[in-house]
T-cell receptor, first 116, second 111 residues
Framework: GAVVSQHPSRVICKSGTSVKIECRSL??????MFWYRQFPKQSLMLMAT?????????EQGVEKDKFLINHASLTLSTLTVTSAHPEDSSFYIC????????????FGPGTRLTVT | DAKTTQPTSMDCAEGRAANLPCNHS???????VYWYRQIHSQGPQYIIH???NNETNEMASLIITEDRKSSTLILPHATLRDTAVYYC????????????FGAGTRLFVKA
């Protein structure tokens, strides 16, 4: 099946700094990518949807200036957490859809962010 | 997208079949039933999906009632590695859909 990778798998950063998380579709082109966050013992919460070459669409309550999403190519999307704070510590998961009418959504392994 | 209702948790003995129910009484005619699972600290894994017919693959079987208001995911011979949170999701196909996760069912497979 299609593979989605994330880098890094774990990152620790200091409060006030920014951190970038990469999401890559390894063997297919992703017209659409999704970013989720997950707090301990909770379900995944959709943050935003990004289409290649256009601006991301953010879910209600998600700050677009804090969570910058770039989907510049068909195989790479990045999420930058700007001016990170301890409450941004979470598990961030990306997902990719191959074609506009593909029925399957492939998930990455997740990135554990810890802000100290 | 329609909402789903799943039990919070379930237990299953190793080697026995695990039957995970899901209610989706407001499902629309063009919405599919999808199942994913998430093992601790990993990304979700696709299991199976269907529209109205029962489906089977190497991982599981999906039984959808005739009125499509509920479904059951069956893991025929559960192993300890099947311990995970299982998510039942209904969504339309085609462009523009989003996958929204509910709380899911935490399945414990016990030796």
């Amino acid at each position: 099946g299609a593979v989605v990778s994330q880098h890094p798998s774990r990152v620790i950063c200091k409060s006030g700094t920014s951190v970038k998380i990469e999401c890559r579709s390894l063997d297919f082109q992703a017209t659409t990518m999704f970013w989720y966050r997950q707090f301990p013992k909770q379900s995944l919460m959709l943050m935003a949807t990004s289409n290649e070459g256009s601006k991301a669409t953010y879910e209600q309550g998600v700050e677009k200036d804090k969570f910058l999403i770039n989907h510049a190519s068909l195989t790479l999307s990045t999420l930058t957490v700007t001016s990170a704070h301890p409450e941004d510590s979470s598990f961030y998961i990306c997902s990719a859809r191959e074609r506009v009418y593909s029925y399957e959504q492939y998930f990455g392994p997740g990135t554990r962010l810890t802000v100290t | 997208d329609a909402k789903t209702t799943q039990p919070t948790s379930m237990d299953c003995a190793e080697g026995r079949a695990a039957n995970l129910p899901c209610n989706h009484s407001t499902i629309s005619g063009n919405e599919y039933v999808y199942w994913y699972r998430q093992i601790h600290s990993q990304g979700p894994q696709y299991i199976i999906h269907g529209l109205k017919n029962n489906e089977t693959n190497e991982m599981a079987s999906l039984i959808i009632t005739e009125d499509r208001k509920s479904s059951t995911l069956i893991l025929p011979h559960a192993t300890l590695r099947d311990t995970a949170v299982y998510y039942c999701i209904v969504r339309v196909g085609g462009g523009g859909f989003k996958t929204i996760f509910g709380a899911g069912t935490r399945l414990f497979v016990k030796a």
